[in-house]
C-alpha cells in the first residue's frame, strides 16, 4: 500500500503565477482533503473533495480551487500566487464516516510551497 | 474563538519524564479525537485515537472528557525520539468528516 502520495515535494514559484499540486489518496479512501500548514502553525484545512465534488470549504480565498477526478486523486490549483502562500500544502485521505469507525485521515509528506 | 485549542509550548523536559499536554475543543457535536505527532519538515501521523473509556499504548495514554470538552495526552518515561509536535485533532463527523486541528505543542527532551 503506497499511503497518500503528493508531488512535487518542494516548488519555488514567484508572486502572481499559478500553481498546481496533486495527491493520490490511500488505497480504498474515496475522500481527499487539501490543508495548508504555515510554520510554526497546525494544519489549516482548505476544501475536501468527495465523488469529485468539493464537498466543504475552509476559510480561503477563490484563489484557491481544486479538483478529484474519477479514480479519487486531487489536484489542488492556487492562482495569483502570494508571499504568504507559501506553506507546507498537505492532502490528507480518508473514509466517508460509517457507522460507528473512528476514521482517521492519513496524510502525503506534503508539498513545500515558497514564493518569491 | 479557535475549534481547538493547545499550549504551543515548548516542553523541555529530561529523559525519563513523564509530560502532559492538554487540549480544548470548542464543538459539542465533535465525535472523534485523535493525537497526531509531527517531527519537523515532515506530515502529521497518527499518534492515537481516543476513546471515550481513555486508551492506553505503551507509554502513551489519552483521556477524553466531553463534559469539559477536553483531551489529554501523557507521556511517560520520555525518550529523545519523543521530541516532536504534538497535534490535537477532532473530527466532526456530522460534518462530512471534516479534521480540525490544533497549532500543536512542541515537545524536546534532552538527555
Known amino acids: 500500500d503506497a499511503g497518500v502520495t503528493q508531488s512535487p515535494t518542494h516548488l519555488i514559484k514567484t508572486r502572481g503565477q499559478q500553481v498546481t499540486l496533486r495527491c493520490s489518496p490511500k488505497s480504498g479512501h474515496d475522500t481527499v482533503s487539501w490543508y495548508q500548514q504555515a510554520l510554526g502553525q497546525g494544519p489549516q484545512f482548505i476544501f475536501q473533495y468527495y465523488e469529485e465534488e468539493e464537498r466543504q470549504r475552509g476559510n480561503f480565498p477563490d484563489r484557491f480551487s481544486g479538483h478529484q477526478f474519477p479514480n479519487y486523486s486531487s489536484e489542488l490549483n492556487v492562482n495569483a500566487l502570494l508571499l504568504g502562500d507559501s506553506a507546507l500544502y498537505l492532502c490528507?485521505?480518508?473514509?466517508?464516516?460509517?457507522?460507528?469507525?473512528?476514521?482517521?485521515?492519513?496524510f502525503g509528506q506534503g508539498t513545500r510551497l515558497t514564493v518569491v | 474563538r479557535k475549534e481547538v485549542e493547545q499550549d504551543p509550548g515548548p516542553f523541555n523536559v529530561p529523559e525519563g519524564a513523564t509530560v502532559a499536554f492538554n487540549c480544548t475543543y470548542s464543538?459539542?457535536?465533535?465525535?472523534?479525537f485523535f493525537w497526531y505527532r509531527q517531527d519537523c519538515r515532515k506530515e502529521p501521523k497518527l499518534l492515537m485515537s481516543?476513546?471515550?473509556s481513555g486508551n492506553e499504548d505503551g507509554r502513551f495514554t489519552a483521556q477524553l472528557n466531553r463534559a469539559s470538552q477536553y483531551i489529554s495526552l501523557l507521556i511517560r518515561d520520555s525518550k529523545l525520539s519523543d521530541s516532536a509536535t504534538y497535534l490535537c485533532?477532532?473530527?466532526?463527523?456530522?460534518?462530512?468528516?471534516?479534521?480540525?486541528f490544533g497549532s500543536g505543542t512542541k515537545l524536546n527532551v534532552k538527555p
Open positions: 464543538n459539542s457535536a465533535s465525535q472523534s
Open positions: 485533532v477532532v473530527n466532526d463527523r456530522e460534518n462530512f468528516n471534516k479534521f480540525y
Open positions: 481516543v476513546y471515550s
Open positions: 490528507a485521505s480518508s473514509s466517508p464516516y460509517r457507522g460507528s469507525m473512528n476514521t482517521e485521515a492519513f
